[in-house]
């Protein structure tokens, strides 16, 4: 399982511990990874990614993961979540 965010495709960055001394060594900086269940108004199913925290806010401010995913570009997402947004843009182009 790879250390990057399914939706917004933040991953881990490389820096330096600075010690008192100013010793410079080698560290990563890892994304908080949540595992998570969101569930998709349009389809009326849930979906399980693992997202980072930050993501999962910008899903709460846009107004849930069929908002969310309408308004990601299609480079920053997982093969899963593109697949759930191709699901998605056809469950709505079916009702209208």
């Known amino acids: ?4 965010c399914e939706l917004t495709g933040k991953g881990p960055m490389v820096g330096n511990n600075v010690s008192h001394a100013n010793n410079k ?3 990563r900086f890892l994304p908080n990874l949540n595992d998570v269940t ?4 349009t389809l009326g199913r849930s979906f399980k990614l ?3 925290a930050s993501a999962l806010r910008s899903v709460d401010h846009r107004g849930g993961l069929d908002a969310f995913l309408a308004k990601a570009k299609d ?3 997982s ?3 593109l697949k759930i947004k191709k699901d998605i ?5 079916a009702t209208a």
């Open 1 to 4: 399982m790879s250390r990057r």
């Open 25 to 27: 060594t080698k560290r």
């Open 38 to 41: 969101l569930i998709s108004d």
């Open 50 to 52: 693992r997202i980072s």
């Open 75 to 77: 480079e920053e997402l």
């Open 79 to 81: 093969v899963n979540a």
């Open 89 to 93: 843009a056809k469950a709505q182009a």
